[in-house]
Nanobody, 125 residues
Framework: QVQLVESGGGLVQAGGSLKLSCAAS????????MGWFRQAPGKEREFVAA????????YYTDSVKGRFSISRDNVKNMVYLQMNSLNPEDTAVYYC??????????????????WGQGTQVTVSS
C-alpha cells in the first residue's frame, strides 16, 4: 500500500516559519511530480505548490509565491515545503499528494494519485 506521511505542522505566530515534510513509502514517487495542497475550514482544498520529478520545475499558487519553497530529496523519498512569512490566512490542513498534473499553473491530483493524511498548520495573529 502506498503511503504519504506528512509531518512538521504546528502552531506559529504570524511572520514565523515552518517546514513540512512528506515521506513516500515507495521509490516510484521519485518519478512523479509531487505537490502540496491545503484546506482551510469551510473552504475547498486548494493547490499550493508542486515540483517536477527532477526538481527542475517548481510551481506555486500566487498567494504563496516568494514565501513558500518546495523541494525534494529523491534518495530519501522526501518532499518538503518551507513556509516563511506565515500569516493567519495560511492556516489550514496541509496535504502532500502525488502524482500531480499541472494545467495552466494549477496542480491537481491525478486519478491514480494518493493523498497523505494531512498536517495542521495554525498561524496566530
Amino acid at each position: 500500500q502506498v503511503q504519504l506521511v506528512e509531518s512538521g505542522g504546528g502552531l506559529v505566530q504570524a511572520g514565523g516559519s515552518l517546514k513540512l515534510s512528506c515521506a513516500a513509502s515507495r521509490s516510484t514517487f521519485t518519478s512523479y511530480t509531487m505537490g502540496w495542497f491545503r484546506q482551510a475550514p469551510g473552504k475547498e482544498r486548494e493547490f499550493v505548490a508542486a515540483i517536477s520529478w527532477s526538481g527542475s520545475s517548481v510551481y506555486y499558487t500566487d498567494s504563496v509565491k516568494g514565501r513558500f519553497s518546495i523541494s525534494r530529496d529523491n534518495v530519501k523519498n522526501m518532499v518538503y515545503l518551507q513556509m516563511n512569512s506565515l500569516n493567519p490566512e495560511d492556516t489550514a490542513v496541509y496535504y502532500c499528494a502525488g502524482p500531480v498534473a499541472m494545467n495552466g499553473g494549477v496542480g491537481r491530483l491525478r486519478a491514480d494519485g494518493y493523498w497523505g493524511q494531512g498536517t495542521q498548520v495554525t498561524v496566530s495573529s
